[in-house]
């Protein structure tokens, strides 16, 4: 749905690890600790051999779920608050420090768990995202039944769906019947027995 090769690594990274779960077709990639360990490692932020429990399983998702919420303020819409509360809750007991190198400076782990190491690389991938104005171009799309994430990188930062040709013709088709025909659009899926 994005053109990969225009989306900074920091901010695939952030968008690639909300997409861990696709709600509109209620499919979880990280259904394990397991699962967690591999696609953390995959993107070496955690060794491959690390050991995850249940609830860094539960700690994982609930980050993942506050990031929804804040990409869903990116793109204009308001953001469920207990999201937020939860995010910032399982934020402040993983420590993260500032370490310098030549190369820069980056966010790191503080208290050396696997999963600490992995977050703070999500963190660091914030920091970075907003320092290179990236972090508001992170957006999850308008379509309630979606909440894909994505990069907006439209010139204008004003894009609203995950792609154009999926959930944004659906979503225009929606209001163009209702317009059509002076009907709200509904939001509930029709019963079988009003068909």
Partial sequence: MDDDAAVP??????RDF?????PQIDHETLTSPGHLRDWFAERHLMPAEAHLGPTDLDLA??????LRAVLLGH???????????????ALAGMPVALRFADEGHRLVDAASTPLGQAVAGLVDAIRQSAEDGTWPRL????RDTCRWAYYDS????????CSMAGCGNYVKM???YAVRTGRRPSTQPRR????
């Fill in 9 to 14: 690594a920091a901010a695939r990274l952030i």
């Fill in 18 to 22: 909300v997409n861990t779960v696709e």
């Fill in 61 to 66: 998702t609930t980050i993942r779920e506050g």
């Fill in 75 to 89: 793109a204009g819409h308001e953001s469920d608050p207990g999201a937020l509360d939860r995010l910032n809750q």
């Fill in 139 to 142: 957006k999850v799309c308008a």
């Fill in 154 to 161: 439209s010139r204008n930062q004003t894009r609203r769906w």
């Fill in 174 to 176: 929606k209001r163009a």
């Fill in 192 to 195: 079988p027995d009003a068909l």
